[in-house]
């Protein structure tokens, strides 16, 4: 059971509609089922149909966290040692709190209620879904950090973009980033500003696929240095923005493939640790999803791409 209190100046407003805005992964089935089911309260009262709340209301939710978070019924683990487990994070679920205090499990949550020692080393967007990699104790942990400083960490992505028309089949390109703090969206500029303290980045992508009838293509894309929102921000620069993204995308492209979450997959790790490290015995292991996990998300059947 979760307890939510309607926030200061939030007047004559939908239960329903704020329960859901509360709550975006919730299936709107599941809580109307709720609903008939007299699962919600408000104000101590039990309710079977939507009324209005108004600021400081209390709503009581009697859904269980798997349904209310949309959160995996089971963790999927893709590949596992005596050093690492690597994790698969479905689309909609948070990495990490970040340090924040937040009433949403994470996967980190979910892992260490089975592994307690297991500590995230990187993180995936929300709406990203692929590969998470874990260390289990905190000498791994700063092997993998270190690997992926020093590059001996390829991180390959899965996305599907809009517009099928690409200048070229597959490209670098370097490019220099700008993430704004307080909105958290990130610009990309061709050239450096030396007034600003714009990151370099380099990007590569090459394309697997594209479809014409519906002006989209499906990109491999291997990013050299980690920024935030990179591969979507640069996506976006080059007017390949991935299908689905609410903050780099176009919404009428978004609207037209009824996809309205980002549709990039970390889909492969390359590891290539020196023979110093304890994780030389990765080196030039090749940790792979599934294509099971990505392809055909909008209904077009194609060979698999990693094979590209």
């Known amino acids: 059971m979760k307890t939510i209190i309607v926030e200061k100046n939030k007047n004559n407003i939908s239960a329903i509609n704020y329960i859901l805005d509360k709550f975006p992964n919730l299936p709107k089935a599941s809580l109307f089922k709720a609903l008939r089911n007299k699962d919600i309260k408000v104000n101590g009262k039990r309710i079977n149909k939507d009324v209005i709340v108004n600021e400081n209301d209390k709503i ?3 859904i269980s ?6 959160l995996p019924k089971k963790i999927e683990y893709i590949y596992d040692d005596e050093n690492i487990a690597i994790v698969y994070k479905p689309q909609g679920i948070l990495s990490n709190n970040e340090g924040k205090d937040i009433i949403e499990p994470t996967l980190d949550d979910l ?5 307690p020692e297991y500590i995230i080393c990187h993180r995936l967007d929300r709406n990203t879904s692929g590969l998470l990699i874990f260390a289990k104790n905190d000498d791994i942990n700063q092997e993998i950090q270190s690997g992926f400083k020093n590059n001996c960490i390829t991180k390959e992505y899965i996305s599907y ?14 490019n220099y980033i700008d993430i704004n ?3 958290g969206i990130a610009k990309i500029y061709d050239e450096n ?17 594209t479809s014409k009838k519906r002006n ?8 050299h240095n980690g920024k935030t929102h ?14 689905g993204d609410p903050k780099y995308g176009k919404n009428e492209i978004n609207k037209a493939f009824k996809k309205y979450k980002q549709l990039l997959f970390a889909v492969r790790y390359k590891f290539n640790f020196n023979e110093n490290s304890k994780l030389y015995y990765l080196k030039n292991k090749d940790i792979l999803l599934d294509d099971n996990y990505y392809k055909n998300y909008i209904g077009d059947i194609y060979e698999k791409v990693t094979k590209c």
Do not use: A, M, W
Request: charged share 25%; net charge positive; proline share 1%.
């Open 60 to 62: 009581d939710i009697y």
């Open 65 to 70: 966290d798997i349904v209310l978070f949309n």
């Open 111 to 115: 892992v260490k209620k089975e592994h």
């Open 161 to 174: 973009v809009s517009n099928c028309n690409f200048s070229k089949n597959e490209d670098t390109i370097t």
């Open 181 to 183: 703090k307080k909105s």
């Open 193 to 209: 500003n030396n007034k600003r303290n714009f990151k370099k980045i380099t990007t590569s992508y090459k394309v697997l696929y």
């Open 216 to 223: 989209y293509g499906i990109v491999k894309v291997l990013i």
């Open 230 to 243: 990179q591969i979507r921000s640069v996506l976006s620069h080059i007017n390949h923005p991935i299908i």
